[in-house]
């Protein structure tokens, strides 16, 4: 199980970080990822990171503002996002995807899924 949490409602410039964590299973061995879903568009890969953190990926459109890590001793992955702007207005999900591998950047690739936490910015 994957619980998102971290969402809220900020200003365009702010900053937020989002958790995810995980139970019931250890996630160390897990490529972890971020995506997100705004009203009426389609889920889109926000960034992703390999199971021990040396390799990330990130969407063009967060590139220099998102920043993902995890902490496999907490079982948790996070998501610091800085200068953020109102199109980042999104229900953001993390994703779990089994194997040392290439962490992907397909949500069909993704294991296991959390439940979502809003994230809103004003102008």
């Known amino acids: 199980q994957l619980q998102a949490s971290g969402g809220g409602l900020v200003q365009a410039g702010d900053s937020l970080r989002l958790s995810c964590a995980a139970s019931?299973?250890?996630?160390?061995?897990?490529?972890m990822g971020w995506f997100r879903q705004a009203p009426g568009k389609e889920r889109e890969f926000v960034a992703t990171?390999?199971?021990?953190?040396?390799?990330?990926y990130y969407a063009d459109s967060v590139k220099g503002r998102f920043t993902i890590s995890r902490d496999n001793a907490k079982n948790t992955v996070f998501l610091q996002m800085n200068s953020l702007k109102p199109e980042d207005t999104a229900v953001y999900y993390c994703?779990?995807?089994?194997?040392?591998?290439?962490?992907?950047?397909?949500?069909?690739?993704?294991?296991?899924w959390g439940q979502g936490t809003q994230v809103t910015v004003s102008s």
């Open positions: 994703a779990a995807k089994r194997g040392l591998l290439d962490p992907p950047r397909e949500g069909y690739e993704y294991d296991y």
């Open positions: 019931g299973r250890t996630f160390s061995s897990y490529a």
């Open positions: 990171v390999s199971w021990r953190g040396a390799t990330t």
